[in-house]
């Protein structure tokens, strides 16, 4: 999606942290009310600057989570279950029935790798398109730390690691990474 005269590395920077650049859109906005006319306005502010500020802290995580796009596939979530369709192999996993969620950053690009008992593993590049979708269903997972799977995201080596589980497989002293 190129608009008119600006740069495609632009507009792809704007999309990807669109909620982030919103909220601090808003926290201006609700600043400016508070110290310009003050009154009842500078209140509306003030829970203007509040929502801003969580819009801000989801913004900077959702960023976080959005790849560059351009990889091979599509991601769907839909009531509660992921499908990937990929041009070699695809298949679907119900998150009520996810046992493991695992980074596996062997592979290239970076793929997701979803395992339910008594099927196949479902390997998803963190690039596919639609993946973004995939933040909020892992968001849904029971014990997920969002923050350690957006900094296992950002990491640079090229083990894989164990970002979730359901019920654990490994003793409980043993570390995920």
Same mark, same amino acid.
């Given at each position: 999606m190129a608009i008119g005269f600006f740069r495609p590395e632009a507009v792809a920077a704007v999309i990807r942290w669109r909620e982030a650049l919103v909220g601090a859109g808003l926290a201006v906005l609700g600043l400016w009310w508070i110290l310009g006319p003050g009154g009842l306005l500078a209140?509306? &502010? *003030?829970?203007? $600057?509040?929502?801003?500020? %969580?819009? =801000?802290?989801?913004?900077?995580?959702?960023?976080?989570?959005?790849?560059?796009?351009? &990889? *091979?596939?599509? $991601?769907?979530?839909?009531? %509660?279950? =992921?499908t990937y369709f990929g041009p070699l192999t695809g298949g679907a996993v119900a998150l009520r029935e996810l046992e493991r969620l695992t980074l596996d950053r062997a592979m290239y690009p970076p793929h997701w790798r979803l395992d339910q008992r008594g099927s196949p593993a479902l390997l998803i590049p963190v690039n596919a398109a639609g993946s973004d979708a995939l933040f909020d269903a892992f968001a849904t997972l029971p014990g997920l730390r969002t923050e350690r799977m957006l900094s296992e995201l950002g990491e640079d080596n090229r083990a894989a690691v164990v970002i979730w589980e359901r019920a654990p497989l490994r003793p409980q002293a043993a570390r995920l990474h």
């Open positions: 209140l509306v &502010g *003030a829970l203007l $600057v509040l929502i801003a500020g %969580g819009l =801000i802290l989801i913004g900077i995580q959702r960023g976080r989570f959005r790849g560059p796009g351009g &990889g *091979a596939g599509a $991601v769907q979530v839909d009531e %509660g279950q =992921i």
